[in-house]
């Protein structure tokens, strides 16, 4: 059986986030999600708009996903891929070149996959702050027939 490991917070899970977690799948016959608590995403300086319990029950309930477990450090990734036997770690390739990654190739495969041109959740993020009402404006209710 082939492992496959990916790391992430899957905030705001979008189509790009299901492109990439079917294509980690194609590469193997597992594949196991190390999803960022909440208090490791308040290290990273991130705030993701759901809980980590929440997000964890969206990964379990997409197809591709066959185990959740949780990203507590940077360092956990070596015990990670013992632990869950992983033959190959997948990441974004915007990860590409990254200390972050890189070096787990003394112990597994690690290969970079391209990204969903035109989404991620900063960009949705962005995007939704850009349609919020202006605070200083007033909105009018709906005219009643």
């Not at 194609?26 to 999803?35: K, S």
């Not at 290290?43 to 759901?50: C, L, S, T």
């Not at 632990?83 to 990254?98: I, R």
């Amino acid at each position: 059986m082939k492992r496959i490991l990916t790391y992430g917070t899957y905030d705001l899970l979008h189509y790009g986030h299901i492109r990439l977690l079917k294509r980690a799948k194609a590469l193997g016959d597992y594949l196991i999600v190390a999803l960022s608590t909440d208090e490791f995403n308040e290290i990273k300086g991130k705030k993701a708009y759901h809980s980590y319990e929440e997000r964890k029950e969206m990964l379990e309930a997409i197809r591709y996903v066959d185990l959740v477990i949780p990203e507590d450090n940077w360092e956990q990734k070596i015990s990670d891929v013992e632990k869950y036997h992983a033959d190959v770690v997948v990441m974004g390739s915007d990860w590409a070149g990254s200390d972050k990654f890189d070096y787990l190739s003394d112990y597994c495969e690690v290969l970079y996959l391209d990204r969903t041109e035109g989404v991620s959740t900063t960009k949705i993020k962005e995007d939704l702050r850009l349609n919020e009402p202006n605070k200083d404006e007033k909105i009018l209710p709906e005219p009643q027939n």
